[in-house]
Nanobody, 128 residues
């Protein structure tokens, strides 16, 4: 079992930036990829981006390209999501998930994917 803890959320003005962190512990050797997802009020959870631990290969939702950047620090077992030029529509709870599938596969499965482990989420609120 892999435990995931998200942090870095908060309140930010439109146009600002935030960096989210997803720290993994436990049986991390079994994880191939870690991804970020988000769920806005009244909406389904959607895929944001994913990254593969061994190669650093990334996969993004089309709508997230350009403003969001996913990265990882293998030594710290941590995945980051750098979010720039934030908009009010980015307001959501952001979750990370870990799985044995590739980053692309996580993206294709999307927010309803049955992934191995999920974090509890971190709230991001963008004020306009």
């Amino acid at each position: 079992q892999v435990q995931l803890v998200e942090s870095g959320g908060g309140l930010v003005q439109a146009g600002g930036s935030l960096r989210l962190s997803c720290a993994a512990s436990g049986r991390t050797f079994s994880t191939v990829s870690t991804g970020w997802f988000r769920q806005a009020p009244g909406k389904e959870r959607e895929f944001v981006a994913a990254i593969m631990w061994s190669t650093g290969t990334t996969y993004y939702a089309d709508s997230m390209k350009g403003r969001f950047t996913i990265s990882r620090d293998n030594a710290k077992n941590t995945v980051y999501l750098q979010m720039n030029s934030l908009k009010s529509e980015d307001t959501a709870v952001y979750y990370c998930a870990a799985d044995r599938s590739t980053a692309r596969a996580m993206g294709l499965k999307g927010g309803t994917g049955d992934f191995g482990s999920w974090g509890q989420g971190t709230q991001v609120t963008v004020s306009s």
